[in-house]
């Protein structure tokens, strides 16, 4: 039997054909019953251009219907579906297109794209968020393809690209199973049901938009009410058509900080969810003290989807810890030497389970240094465990920044700006952000030849995506090192930790 998410979908989806699948701007642009249809079409459109099973598909575009029926057809079609922020920059974007050697790039008309004379087969189309584009185009004029191709549960849907601490992406390799596996544990570990509609604000180009939010709406047969991007205006008048919303922290900082967020507008929901980056304490009480909802906090990452949830019970949520591990996930939390820890110890945490990807694109190295022989998968965060197994992250060993749930790892920063002329050193650090949690902040020293503020800004924003981009950068006499002559970079984000919030 097919184990192709599409066909798990499809079943689901048995006795609700009237039911509105995806609205958009307020409107329902699908029902459940002519999904098939509409993915048929672009399944068509992606065969024309090519696609084949295995084949990668990089899309780089914004949230809009088409994105998510071009999604879908590619999982149809047995091909491997590459999603890339629309705000890359076309220096991030050829790195990766050389990594995944994808057979067609999908991309909006507005956004940087490289020219890429090494990779003549490569084919391009285009989709726009207002549904226009050569892609919505070509599937409007062709029969659906209602076809589903037959895959295993250990066959690849999607590689998604994280930076890595070497400053080189990685692309985590996730299969039909591990995007099966996780929507049906949330589906059961959150009480969804066909009762149910969802507030959708997040890009699908990431875990939390595509594999969570959309993908519980599509197997609880519950409305996904899409958005273009997150707007606080704009989710609180739709609130009211919705069971459950679902965000990162600085969606939550920036509801409160909105005069029309009030008590009744958040009182026909049933659930608040957030991910992605650390919630504070105090965000979880204000939101508790103004509405009345304690929000279910959960961790996840890229190559394991979601790993750990608070209780669905709303006492049983704690402020400041992720919860348990979700069934089928075993965590541990490990000292260096990879011994377990007693409760209440802070170690690496490790995990293992249906959810865990199967390596790196094309990455062996990099692969068999994240997984130990024992299987269970290095996620360089940090934590402890209950007596009771409730888990709470401390830190992370990885040098990693998450502004406004974007990840940012400085590595590939301090490589790229190292050797910007008249740089000697560069470090860069997360400092606390009001608004996005956490802000990138880069030092510099010199090394005494010509160096240009200009040039170097200039390096920056023709690199760096902007969420990327430092929001500060210090040029400073020496920086704080150890007795080895390492940068000190606790010491610095002590030193700029009120950069943001003084
Ligand atoms: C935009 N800017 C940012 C960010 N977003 N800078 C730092 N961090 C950011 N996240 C830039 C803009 O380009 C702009 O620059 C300036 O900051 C202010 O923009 P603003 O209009 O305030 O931003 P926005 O367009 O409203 O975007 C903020 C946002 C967005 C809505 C919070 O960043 C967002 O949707 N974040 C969600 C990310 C997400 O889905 N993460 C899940 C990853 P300028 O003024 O120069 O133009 S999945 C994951 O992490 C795992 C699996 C998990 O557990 O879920
Ligand atoms: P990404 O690589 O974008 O998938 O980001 C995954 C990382 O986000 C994890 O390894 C954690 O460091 C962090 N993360 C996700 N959810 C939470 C959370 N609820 N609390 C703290 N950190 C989180």
Redesign the pocket.
């Known amino acids: 039997m097919s184990e192709n998410l599409i066909d798990v979908f499809h079943a689901r989806h048995q006795g609700h054909a009237d039911r509105p699948a995806l609205l958009w701007q307020g409107a329902v642009v699908a029902r459940l019953g002519d999904l098939p249809h509409h993915v048929g079409r672009y399944r068509a459109a992606l065969r024309e251009l090519g696609v084949a099973r295995g084949d990668r598909v990089m899309v780089k575009a914004e949230n809009s219907p088409g994105f998510v029926f071009a999604y879908l057809a590619v999982l149809a079609c047995g091909a491997v579906f590459v999603p890339l922020n629309p ?1 890359y920059t076309a220096a991030e974007v050829a790195v990766l297109i050389d990594d995944a050697e994808p057979v067609l790039l999908i991309h909006a008309s507005t956004t940087a794209i490289p020219e890429t004379p090494h990779h003549p087969a490569l084919r391009r189309a285009t989709l726009d968020a207002d549904g226009t584009g050569s892609l919505c185009h070509l599937a409007a004029g062709l029969t659906p393809d209602l076809a589903v191709e037959p895959v295993t549960a250990g066959d690849l849907a999607a590689i998604l690209f994280t930076s890595g601490t070497t400053g080189r992406p990685k692309g985590a390799m996730l299969t039909h199973g591990n995007l099966a596996s996780n929507v049906a544990t949330l589906h059961a570990e959150w009480h969804f049901s066909d009762a149910d509609a969802i507030c959708h604000a ?2 699908l180009f ?4 595509l594999f ?1 939010a959309l993908h519980l709406g599509l197997y609880a047969c519950a409305p996904l009410h899409m958005l273009p ?2 707007d606080a205006g704009a989710v609180i008048a739709m609130l009211p058509q919705v069971t459950v919303f679902m965000g ?1 922290p ?2 939550y900082t920036r509801l409160l900080d909105h005069a029309d967020f009030t008590h009744a507008r958040a009182a026909p929901l049933r659930l608040f969810i957030s ?2 980056a650390p919630l504070l304490p105090s965000v979880f009480a204000a939101f508790e003290a103004r509405t009345g909802h304690r929000i279910l906090e959960r ?4 190559e394991a ?1 979601m790993i750990t949830s608070n209780p669905y019970a709303p006492a049983a949520r704690r402020p400041g810890t992720v919860g348990y591990p979700l069934p089928g996930v075993a965590l541990r939390v490990v000292d260096a030497a990879r011994a377990d820890l007693p409760p209440g110890e802070v170690g690496e945490i490790l995990i293992s389970g249906p959810n865990v990807c199967h390596g790196y694109w094309r990455r062996a190295e990099a692969t068999a240094e994240s997984f130990g022989a024992d299987g269970f998968f290095q996620t360089g965060d940090t934590g402890f465990k209950d007596a009771d197994g409730r888990v709470t992250i401390a830190g992370r060993s990885k040098d990693l920044i998450i ?5 940012v790892y400085p590595a590939e920063i301090e490589m790229l700006l190292a050797d910007v002329a008249g740089v000697a050193d560069v470090a860069v650090i997360g400092v606390p952000h009001p ?2 949690g956490e ?1 990138v902040v880069a030092a510099i020293t010199l090394d005494g030849t010509s160096f240009d503020m200009a040039d170097f800004q200039a390096v920056i924003t023709t690199h760096l995506a ?2 990327k981009q430092p929001k500060a950068v210090h040029v400073l006499e020496d920086f704080p090192r150890n007795a080895m002559g390492k940068i000190v970079k606790t010491r610095l984000r002590e030193i700029y930790a009120g950069q943001f919030t003084a």
């Open positions: 705000a997040l890009p990431h875990v939390h938009g969570v991007k997150f990162v600085t969606f991910g992605s961790y996840g990452m890229t989807l502004s406004g749930g974007f990840n608004d996005f802000a902007r969420f």
